[in-house]
């Protein structure tokens, strides 16, 4: 295993592996020449395409609607030609993706923004449906129907997510150090949805820049607290944020909006900022690269569409042979198969593993030591609902709790006997959505 970890009581402490890129200040990646947009980057229903081949297109260009229901908008971050609609391979596996040929010409479409003197909460979430803003932290869930509460006076507490607890991840550190302002504006926009009594920033302990950058931001607004977190993983969870900043708890089948909360990542504020002020979509994000195979790791403002390759290329390229390539951190990441595979609105993160580093080891049998039980943050039995996928008793494994897991990815990572839990989970998970699109009991 290339990181140990220290067991604690529901979380875990990773080696903290940040100081490759958390004092990189943000730089524009590379474009390259070919784009690829897949349409399911985000919870829910893939959107629709709204161009056809041979059509050429702008920066911001409208390429696909959002679905009716659950869904987001998809646009172009570059100018071009669309040259293909077709199955593609994402992090999700083959989708369906639109593909751009840029003309590095850069044309870009007129997207008016707002003024605060005729700005209204229905200018608001409109202007977040139309920018495609997608939750940043990994969920991407459509951020407008987050906000679009039945009830919104029922919401009293809001909170931005700058925990990123993943070992690697330093994007939202930078963020936060490098636009501090923006994302306390988008918070503030985001805060006028609701009748908010508590607005607070949660950042863990272990980056005290950023703590002090937006401190020192939060000084022109009254009512937003910034507050440092225990630095334990999963604290970037969203039901183990609330806990530590509220002491409230999210019933088993419940949502944070039901005990009137919402949270959103300090990245999706950022993107609302831009969003209403400057009317711009969704359409760049912030991406740390690193790894030990490669040259030079940064932190990258990447155009959504841009290959994984292009990523690796701008840090040099590698210094040794690498054993892995994982869309994500090393806890909830998933290894991709090309590096043709694009970066999306959810990738906060590319980590590269060294031959040594990625080497599977020997799974033993289960020696009943409990401890995947004790860091499991939502009070599950990872080893039981593995058991129970690997006989195939999916009824089992979902009475088990499987939907309940966040796919944090502890009991994997402490667990002994190199039993893949996570991996059986998700299995256990796919196959219990399976058998619920198919009616079957």
Sequence with gaps: MFFSIKRTLKGSHPDPEKSRTENKEIEVASVPRTLIFPLNMHIGAPAKPVVAVGEAVKVGTLLAAGAEGVSANVHASVSGIVTAIEKRLTVKGLADCIVIKNDEAYETESWPGHTEESLTKEDILKAIKDAGIVGMGGAQFPTHIKYAVENPDSIHTLILN??????????????????????????????????????????????????????????????????????????????????????????????????????????????????????????????????????????????????????????????????????????????????????????????????????????????????CLEVCPVKLQPVLISEA?????????????????????????????????????????QRIREQQKAGVE
């Excluded at 869309?327 to 043709?340: C, I, N």
């Excluded at 088990?400 to 991996?423: F, T, W």
């Design 389 to 429: 996928y690997e006989r195939g008793n999916i009824k089992r494994a979902e009475e088990l709790g499987a939907m309940d897991c966040i796919e944090c990815g502890n009991c994997s990572y402490i667990c002994p006997s190199k039993i893949p839990l996570l991996d059986h989970i998700r299995g256990a998970k």
């Design 162 to 371: 700058g925990a990123e607890c993943e070992p690697y991840a330093t994007a939202d550190d930078r963020l936060m150090r490098e636009h501090p302002l923006e994302i306390l504006q988008g918070m503030a926009l985001i805060k006028r949805l609701f009748p908010i009594e508590q607005a607070v920033v949660g950042i863990e302990s272990n980056k005290p820049e950023a703590i002090l950058k937006m401190e020192e931001a939060a000084k022109g607004f009254d009512d937003i607290v910034i507050q440092s977190l225990p630095d334990l993983y999963p604290q970037g969870d969203e039901e183990t944020l609330i806990v530590t900043v509220s002491g409230k708890q999210v019933p088993a089948g419940k949502l944070p909006k039901d005990i009137g909360v919402i949270v959103s990542n300090v990245a999706t504020a950022y993107a609302v900022q831009q969003a209403v002020y400057s009317g711009n979509p969704l359409i760049t994000r912030v991406v740390t690269v690193t790894g030990t195979p490669l040259k030079e790791p940064k932190n990258l403002l990447v155009r959504i569409g841009t290959p994984i390759q292009s990523v690796l290329d701008d840090c040099g390229g590698f210094a040794a042979i690498p054993g892995a390539i994982i869309h994500g951190g090393p806890m909830m990441g998933r290894a991709v198969e090309k590096t043709a595979v694009p970066i999306v609105k959810g990738t906060s993160i590319i980590l590269t593993q060294t031959l040594e580093e990625a080497g599977m080891e020997e799974r033993m049998p289960c020696i009943r030591c409990a401890q």
